[in-house]
Nanobody, 121 residues
Framework: QVQLVESGGGLVQAGGSLRLSCASSGSIFSIDNMGWYRQAPGEQRELVATITSGGTTNYADSVKGRFTISRDNAKNTVYLQMNSLKPEDTAVYYC???????????????WGQGTQVTVSS
């Protein structure tokens, strides 16, 4: 069994910063891509940022220059540093990881439970 547990969400004023963390635990052989997605009320879930096992990153245009994704492979943890936050960043943020549980098995997509980020104007 694999679990992804997020932390670090909360309420912040516009222009402020938050750091999200997502720790993966359980029966893990390897982790490929990790990422952050978000879903605002009434909207579809959208990609925020992803990072490969080698450290290559990809960002949504709306967060480029403000958010930074990173990972600690030894801790199976992915982070999202969010600076210069805007009210439109308000959403539930979900972490995602593509995980292989054995050398010969397939990879599966896992999701965290979500953490609320609210940015007040």
């Amino acid at each position: 069994q694999v679990q992804l547990v997020e932390s670090g969400g909360g309420l912040v004023q516009a222009g402020g910063s938050l750091r999200l963390s997502c720790a993966s635990s359980g029966s893990i052989f390897s982790i490929d891509n990790m990422g952050w997605y978000r879903q605002a009320p009434g909207e579809q879930r959208e990609l925020v940022a992803t990072i490969t096992s080698g450290g290559t990153t990809n960002y949504a245009d709306s967060v480029k220059g403000r958010f930074t994704i990173s990972r600690d492979n030894a801790k199976n943890t992915v982070y999202l540093q969010m600076n210069s936050l805007k009210p439109e960043d308000t959403a539930v943020y979900y972490c995602n990881a593509v995980i292989k549980q054995s050398p010969w098995g397939p990879s599966y997509n896992y999701w965290g439970q979500g953490t609320q980020v609210t940015v007040s104007s």
